[in-house]
Nanobody, 116 residues
Framework: QVQLVESGGGLVQPGGSLRLSCAAS????????MGWYRQAPVKQREFVAD???????YYADSVKGRFVISRDNAKNTVYLQMNSLKPEDAAAYYC??????????WGQGTQVTVSS
C-alpha cells in the first residue's frame, strides 16, 4: 500500500502563487510516476501535470507556462509550483501515484481557492 499526504493549499488572490507538496510513503518503486489532478465543484477530475522518476514532465494545456511540477526522489515527494493563478484554477488538488496501468493511489486532496 501507498500513502500520499498533500499540503500547501489555501486562499490566494488572482495572479498569486502557491506551492503544493505531496509526500509518498509505503510500498514505493523507483519507476513510480507522480502527478497532480484537480476537481472543481460539479466538474470531473482532470489531469494537471505529472513527472516520471527520470524527470520527464507532462502538463495540461491549461497550466502550461504557469505551473511547474518537480520531485525529490530521495524524499519521495512531488511538488507543484503554481504561478499566475486564475479563478478557474480553484479546485481540490489531488496527488496521484501510478505504479502501473492498473495500480494507482490518490491523496485526500488539498483545496486551492483563487479569489480577491
Amino acid at each position: 500500500q501507498v500513502q500520499l499526504v498533500e499540503s500547501g493549499g489555501g486562499l490566494v488572490q488572482p495572479g498569486g502563487s502557491l506551492r503544493l507538496s505531496c509526500a509518498a510513503s509505503g510500498r514505493l518503486f523507483s519507476l513510480d510516476v507522480m502527478g497532480w489532478y484537480r476537481q472543481a465543484p460539479v466538474k470531473q477530475r482532470e489531469f494537471v501535470a505529472d513527472i516520471t522518476s527520470g524527470g520527464t514532465t507532462y502538463y495540461a494545456d491549461s497550466v502550461k507556462g504557469r505551473f511547474v511540477i518537480s520531485r525529490d526522489n530521495a524524499k519521495n515527494t512531488v511538488y507543484l509550483q503554481m504561478n499566475s493563478l486564475k479563478p478557474e484554477d480553484a479546485a481540490a488538488y489531488y496527488c496521484n501515484l501510478k505504479q502501473s496501468t492498473t495500480v494507482e493511489y490518490w491523496g485526500q486532496g488539498t483545496q486551492v481557492t483563487v479569489s480577491s
